[in-house]
């Protein structure tokens, strides 16, 4: 794939072959797509791999190369979330309602911002997430792991997610960010409500709901930030407000917005890692046996499971420039769907793409997106991930998937399990 920019047109060039047929899109509302999207995507990359999705009108894009392009350049701009809930609000303050904080807070979440805001904010969390200090967090991660852990090792049975995957990245974020152990449960419940901003399907009364909640966290974080800047502590939040204070290169209502976003994306993006990826174990007994048999090939697997069954399937972008792919031209302003679960199962990057192997050689998966905002949290996702799957696999003796019935979140954009129960034989 070519990219080619000049004065007014930035063009990315692909075969011309592919037609549009906008019929043949996924739905979002069938049950099937939601429990196994995969099908669909590869008849999307054959017959339709870019093309207008049939509801909202949006571009989507199914092929790696695509996608990979779109996330990588210059002549995007995130979702325009914002912009939409605004015109929500705005329709809801003629009947007496609001969205006024939601709307005001929405722009100041990282993932919806660019350029040169986004730069500067994201400059001064990097160093938070940064290997080398999730390297450090290693023993402190795995200590949460094995405490989970010794609650269900002489049950016998557990639910991998609710036991395990739920409660780790909610305690991890929390201690990074300096909130206290007794205010996680709520947090943890608002995150989960807050996480709904991210899709596509939300309804007013929803959006009200988030509202709600977005007030309520800010209140309590208002709280805990007064009194962390009269007692700053070794913890993320003290350090925020260092830089808030540091010639305003971060506003209040940033370092709110920057809080809620870290523990809403660390948390359930991180339960379907551990959830999907425990899935794809116990569905391929040899792949398990071989990661019992080599513990150290951990790193290798976690890649092959976000690659597997992408925790994030989705993104967006709009056009800021057109942009021409294979015989279409995506106009300026036009808002364009980024299969990322599509991309990372195309055959034309990956060999054998249904293939789940953990012993994968190439694996330049697009899990954690790429460009610009690549996922902040990828380091800290990796190693909890990786210690919590290993840790299971070593410990747990004959690990069974407990049901034939495998319930999914509703949700298009985060792929995760509800539930995953299983057995196992006690020591
Ligand atoms: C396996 C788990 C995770 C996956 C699969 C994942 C995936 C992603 C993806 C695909 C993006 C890019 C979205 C886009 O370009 O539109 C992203 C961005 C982001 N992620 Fe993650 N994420 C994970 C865990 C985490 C964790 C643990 C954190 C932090 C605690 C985190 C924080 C963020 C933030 C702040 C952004 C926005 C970055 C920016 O806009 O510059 N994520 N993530």
Redesign the pocket.
């Known amino acids: 794939m070519e990219l080619i920019h000049n004065n007014n047109k930035a063009a990315i060039i692909t075969d011309n072959s592919q037609k549009i047929r906008s019929a043949k899109s996924f739905n979002p509302f069938d049950k099937e797509f939601h429990a196994n999207p995969y099908p669909t995507y590869h008849r999307l990359r054959s017959e339709n791999p870019v093309h207008r999705h049939y509801i909202e009108g949006d571009w989507v894009f199914t092929r790696y190369a695509d996608v990979k392009a779109v996330?990588r350049s210059g002549c995007v701009r995130?979702?325009n979330r914002p912009e939409l809930i605004q015109q929500k609000n705005l329709y809801l303050q003629d009947k007496g309602k609001n969205l006024n904080t939601l709307a005001y807070t929405s722009n100041k979440?990282?993932?919806?911002?660019n350029p040169p805001d986004?730069s500067r904010?994201?400059s001064l969390?990097i160093q938070a997430?940064s290997p080398t200090v999730v390297e450090r967090m290693r023993p402190r991660i795995q200590e949460i792991v094995n405490d989970l852990l010794d609650q269900v090792r002489n049950k016998g049975t557990m639910d991998i997610i609710a036991d395990l995957a739920e409660p780790l990245?909610v305690i991890?974020?929390a201690r990074?960010l300096g909130i206290p152990n007794e205010a996680q449960d709520q947090l943890h419940q608002w995150s989960k409500v807050f996480i709904r901003i991210l899709d596509s399907l939300v309804s007013l009364e929803e959006y009200e709901v988030l509202n709600k909640v977005i007030e309520d966290f800010q209140e309590y974080l208002r709280h805990l930030i007064a009194e962390r800047e009269k007692d700053p502590q070794e913890d993320l939040i003290s350090a925020l407000i260092a830089a808030r204070n540091q010639g305003e290169r971060l506003s209040q209502e940033e370092l709110l917005a920057?809080c809620i976003?870290?523990?809403m994306?660390?948390?359930e993006?991180?339960v379907?890692?551990i959830g999907n990826g425990m899935l794809a174990l116990l569905s391929y007994p040899e792949q398990m046996e071989t990661l019992k048999r080599e513990p150290t090939i951990i790193q290798n697997a976690v890649e092959e499971i976000?690659r597997y069954d992408?925790?994030?399937q989705m993104?967006?972008?709009i056009a800021i420039d057109n942009i021409e792919i294979g015989n279409q031209t995506i106009q300026a302003g036009e808002k364009i769907t980024?299969c990322?679960g599509s991309a990372n199962r195309d055959p034309a990057q990956f060999s054998d793409p249904d293939r789940f192997n953990i012993n994968r050689s190439e694996n330049n998966h697009?899990?954690?997106?790429?460009?610009?905002?690549?996922?902040?949290?990828?380091a800290?996702?990796?190693a909890?991930?990786q210690i919590a799957i290993n840790t299971l696999v070593q410990q747990f003796p004959n690990l069974k998937l407990a049901t034939d019935k495998l319930e999914w979140r509703d949700n298009i954009v985060l792929r995760g399990l509800k539930t995953l129960p299983i057995t196992f034989t006690c020591r």
């Open positions: 996330l995130t979702h979440l990282l993932f919806f911002m986004h904010l994201r969390v997430f990245p991890v974020i990074m920057t976003l870290l523990f994306t660390g948390e993006t991180t379907n890692t976000l992408s925790p994030v993104t967006n972008r980024l990322i697009l899990a954690f997106g790429d460009g610009i905002h690549y996922c902040l949290g990828a800290l996702a990796r909890q991930a």
